[in-house]
């Protein structure tokens, strides 16, 4: 659905190149810079971030999304502890309707995350779901491909953990891939209601708590969107492979 990529971007936009006609991401003032050695756009962690008006994908059904990323070590270091900077994701009000996360648990503990956000008329949260891969941690200064997929269709279970005795059923699951490793969401991020994102797209900073920031220190190269939900198989074939079509499309 939407293809954002670095490789040949200059000046102060990043063109678009799926089929379907969605402007380019534009840079902010101050924090973002393409970098035409290293093919990316390179971000401060302060200020830097490339936005777009949203959404591109309709978040009631399945959707996968895919960024291509290096954070920084050494500014990432001077954050403190709890530190939660987006990679990318979709704003809903004061919040991110969807996004994927850098996390600093400690000083040398680093997360991915992958987030669904559901806010009633007020914007007030009324249920998040969160996927972090409890097995693997994030290296920094190396670039990665990190892969948000949201199954609308997939069952879910779980034990209800206000009443042990209790088994909640339903549909829709969160999965993360770093790389080809995945971790699936233990709750379910099937709402109430239809939630879906609007206004801005960001790479590079994102909203929560009604507070708009969490910038991100590093460096990224491309953000990709597909409808559908990607298996494994298809992670590694449309991800991870760089000889494939990036711009196929999944059904619904």
């Not at 534009?26 to 093919?39: P, Q």
Request: hydrophobic content about 35%; overall charge negative.
């Amino acid at each position: 659905m939407a293809q954002w990529d670095t490789t040949s971007a200059t000046g102060t936009t990043i063109g678009e190149l799926s089929p379907y006609p969605h402007p380019a991401m534009r840079l902010s003032a101050t924090g973002a810079v393409l970098d035409s050695d290293d093919h990316a756009l390179t971000l401060d962690g302060v200020s830097g971030y490339a936005s777009v008006e949203g959404p591109v994908v309709d978040e009631s059904g399945s959707f996968t999304v895919s960024a291509r990323v290096k954070p920084t070590g050494q500014e990432l270091a001077t954050k403190p502890i709890g530190y939660r900077a987006q990679v990318a994701g979709q704003r809903s009000g004061g919040q991110s309707s969807w996004a994927l996360w850098i996390l600093k648990r400690t000083d040398d503990i680093y997360q991915w995350q992958f987030t669904r956000t559901a806010t009633d008329s007020l914007g007030k949260v009324t249920h998040e779901t969160v996927v972090t891969p409890a097995a693997d941690l994030a290296e920094l200064d190396t670039w990665v491909d990190v892969t948000g997929v949201f199954d609308a269709q997939a069952p879910f279970e779980a034990i209800d953990p206000e009443d042990p005795s209790q088994t909640r059923e339903g549909l829709g699951t969160l999965r993360l891939y770093v790389g080809s490793f995945f971790m699936e969401s233990s709750s379910s991020p099937g709402f109430d209601a239809v939630q879906q994102g609007a206004g801005e797209l960001a790479a590079g900073r994102g909203a929560q708590g009604g507070t708009t920031g969490h910038y991100l220190p590093g460096s990224l190269r491309q953000l990709r969107i597909w409808t559908g939900a990607m298996d494994r198989n298809q992670i590694g074939h449309q991800v991870l492979d760089p000889t494939v079509d990036d711009a196929t499309t999944l059904s619904q």
